[in-house]
T-cell receptor, first 113, second 111 residues
Framework: GENVEQHPSTLSVQEGDSAVIKCTYS??????FPWYKQELGKRPQLIID?????GEKKDQRIAVTLNKTAKHFSLHITETQPEDSAVYFC????????????FGTGTRLTIIP | KAGVTQTPRYLIKTRGQQVTLSCSPI?????VSWYQQTPGQGLQFLFE???????NKGNFPGRFSGRQFSNSRSEMNVSTLELGDSALYLC??????????FGPGTRLTVL
């Protein structure tokens, strides 16, 4: 089955700097890669996602890149703000008919004011 | 549009008991997935239902089961509870091959 590895497990950055979280996946059939943000005591919320027919996607300060050949994808947050502090999870799934999400182990991001 | 709802939000049980958790998806969503979240194991997939059929199942023992009703509402059941079943149980609903929206979760504590 699919295996998703995520690094780093913790990340501290100065406010205003950029943060990068990296994930690798094992199943070449996976074609959907969402990123979720989970604040303490709250549910995971999708912040950005990418499908395998796209190499990069951006939404304001957040971007995701996908390298299908190397089977890795990354989350980039620019101009970080204190409200970006949370746990971030990457995930992979096979899309229609196989929508099971396999999650990475999470990255605790702390923004230092 | 109302979000995914889960009941109950908190539950305390003792070892050996059984428990049923409920999930109401977003209106129009026919796919419902369940996940277990623990500090040690992270977010792990339990099962996925679509139009009352289980399409995928994760690596959990047979004590974990679920079902989906014709109105897309879903329930999961855990029998013969063990201490290690203490976790946050999350359900998520989606349109086919689309974003999964998570509910607030049910926090189960097994004593």
């Amino acid at each position: 089955g699919e295996n998703v590895e995520q690094h780093p497990s913790t990340l501290s950055v100065q406010e205003g700097d950029s943060a990068v979280i990296k994930c690798t996946y094992s199943d070449s059939a996976s074609n959907y890669f969402p990123w979720y943000k989970q604040e303490l005591g709250k549910r995971p919320q999708l912040i950005i996602d990418i499908r395998s027919n796209v190499g990069e996607k951006k939404d304001q300060r957040i971007a995701v890149t996908l390298n299908k050949t190397a089977k890795h994808f990354s989350l980039h947050i620019t101009e970080t703000q204190p409200e970006d502090s949370a746990v971030y999870f990457c995930a992979a799934s096979g899309g229609f008919g196989n929508e099971k999400l396999t999650f990475g182990t999470g990255t605790r991001l702390t923004i230092i004011p | 549009k109302a979000g995914v709802t889960q009941t109950p939000r908190y539950l305390i049980k003792t070892r050996g008991q059984q428990v049923t958790l409920s999930c109401s998806p977003i209106s129009g969503h026919r796919s419902v997935s369940w996940y277990q979240q623990t500090p040690g194991q992270g977010l792990q997939f339990l099962f996925e239902y679509f139009s009352e059929t289980q399409r995928n199942k994760g690596n959990f023992p047979g004590r974990f089961s679920g079902r989906q009703f014709s109105n897309s509402r879903s329930e999961m059941n855990v029998s013969t509870l063990e201490l290690g079943d203490s976790a946050l149980y999350l359900c998520a609903s989606s349109l086919p091959a689309d974003e999964q929206f998570f509910g607030p979760g049910t926090r189960l504590t097994v004593l």
